[in-house]
Each structure stands twice: as structure tokens, then as C-alpha cells.
């Protein structure tokens, strides 16, 4: 599916599953991107790592990180601070329920999860291949993040999570500034793609002008749902092995990929994919 939009400047597609929604407090468990240039796919990864703060103390809410008090050794052990509370999964409520599928022991401990120190230097050594390998780092093109919603929420937790991992950061640009947060090199911060607002712009535009019917919700699984019902096929096949459940990172960013190929192409063509003539002209 060619695009109109964004054709020429490297996109980084990613989701982020959370243990909550307090960037402060809560981790990231699970990190999948996918980086396009010109429409073409250079790389897709699908990260697990320990969230930073698994554990926290019951009674005085103090936090602990993954590497000072591992996660097997002191759940349900008495806090080391305040000594009379239990320390327990760093886990908000709802999304607990999120992941259902899983234990939160899984996604600490699980077959495939890596420590943050190693999820991030996949990362970066990711971002670096096709930036600073490519066009060299005194040209070092920055990536345009993309995703669901991630303008108010997966963008500031990933922006933390670099500060987390890598404290010591500090880079000198122009002018002898000193750019202490590590997102900033990598990617641009107030160009944000976000999907959601750009289906929001799209659908506005067919219920304007055609018949379409309102939808319930703009969460991703309802618009995805939405839209396949209309063009008549899944937006993403199926692969062997791969998961299908929506909060899953990789399956949401590469619904959320096609749902913004999607809105490009009724954006371009004025019709729905299939419709024989333009019946939402612009």
C-alpha cells in the first residue's frame, strides 16, 4: 500500500505494555517497534524486560528496582525500609487485568525477558544501525515516533525509562548545551504521529461525507474492528506463532501501522479501499 504521507522520513512505530499508567511509579514490560523508511520495514523487534520498580513496600510505598532487590528473592519479604510491611507486585489494578493471559511473575521473570540494561542496548544499537551507521552521526537522522495514543502516554514512559536505564547520560550539541535526556537524541519530540488523532481526522471526514455509522469508541481494538469490517479483511495476517491479543505490543503496533496505511490511503483516494469510484470527494 503506497503513502502519501510521511514517505520520506524514518518512522518508529512502538507500543509499550506498562505495569500502570504513573510513569513515575510503574515499568515497562514489554517494548516492540517497527522502523519504516520510505514504506519499507528495516527493522521489527519485540522486547520483554523487567519493569525498573517491581516490588514495592505495602506500607510505606517505597520502591524497589530489579537489580538491588530481585524480584524472586524478596516478594512477600519484610521491607528492608520501614521493616513492618510486605513487599509485593509494583501492579495497578487494571492493568493487571490487562494481562490476564499472564502472571506478573511472567512478565518479571518469564523464559524471554531481559534485564533493562540489555532491552535498551537493543534498542539503541537498533536506532544507531540505521542512523548513525547510515548517514553517519554527524548527519544522524532522528526517527518520527508513531503509535496509539503515545502522544499523552507512551512517549513520556519511554522518554523516563531511558532516564532510568542510562542516569549518567549526558550529550554536548550545539552551542555547548548539555541534552541530558537520551529520547531527545534519538527521536523528534514535537512531531509525534500520533494514530489515533490522525483516524479521528480521517473518520470525521467519511461520516461527513457518506454514510457511515458512529462508532463506540476510538480505543484500537474498536477502531481496527471498525475498520475491518469495512474493507472486508483482517488489517494484519496472522503469522505462525504470533499473538493476536489486543495489549499485546507487537500485534498493537502493527495494527496500529496499518491502521495509519489505511487512513493515508482514504486521505489520498477520497473512498474506502475496494470502492470503485470516489464517493467522498474532496
Not at 140 to 165: E, R
Amino acid at each position: 500500500m503506497s503513502r502519501s504521507k510521511f514517505t520520506f522520513d524514518p518512522i518508529f512505530y512502538f507500543d509499550l505494555e506498562t505495569t500502570g499508567i504513573n510513569k513515575d511509579r510503574c515499568g515497562i514490560w514489554q517494548l516492540a517497534y517497527i522502523i519504516e523508511e520510505k514504506g519499507e520495514i528495516l527493522k521489527k523487534r519485540n522486547l520483554f524486560t523487567k519493569p525498573m520498580y517491581p516490588l514495592f513496600c505495602g506500607n510505606c510505598k517505597e520502591m524497589f528496582r530489579w537489580d538491588t532487590h530481585p524480584y524472586g528473592e524478596w516478594v512477600n519479604k519484610s521491607c528492608p525500609e520501614c521493616g513492618n510491611g510486605v513487599l509485593v507486585d509494583n501492579i495497578e489494578p487494571k492493568a493487571r487485568e490487562i494481562i490476564n493471559h499472564l502472571t506478573f511473575r511472567d512478565i518479571v521473570n518469564g523464559p524471554d525477558v531481559v534485564t533493562p540494561p540489555e532491552a535498551y542496548n537493543t534498542l539503541v544499537a537498533d536506532i544507531k544501525e540505521l542512523t548513525y551507521e547510515k548517514w553517519g552521526k554527524k548527519y544522524q537522522q532522528k526517527l518520527y515516533p508513531a503509535g496509539y495514543n503515545i502522544d499523552s502516554f507512551d512517549c513520556d514512559f519511554l522518554m523516563k525509562w531511558f532516564k532510568d536505564v542510562n542516569p549518567e547520560y549526558k550529550l554536548v550539541i550545539g552551542g555547548g548545551k548539555v541534552l541530558d535526556i537520551e529520547f531527545f537524541e534519538y527521536f523528534y519530540r514535537n512531531t509525534v504521529i500520533d494514530v489515533k488523532h490522525v483516524f479521528i481526522n480521517t473518520y470525521r471526514r467519511l461520516v461527513k461525507k457518506g454514510d457511515l455509522p458512529l462508532i463506540e469508541n476510538v480505543k484500537l481494538e474498536t477502531v481496527s474492528k471498525f475498520l475491518e469490517e469495512y474493507i472486508k479483511k483482517p488489517l494484519v495476517k496472522q503469522a505462525a506463532g504470533c499473538s493476536t491479543h489486543y495489549h499485546d505490543a507487537l500485534y498493537d503496533v502493527e495494527i496500529t501501522r496499518e491502521v495509519l496505511l489505511l487512513c493515508d490511503e482514504i486521505e489520498r483516494t477520497g473512498r474506502l479501499p475496494g470502492e470503485a469510484e470516489d464517493r467522498y470527494p474532496a
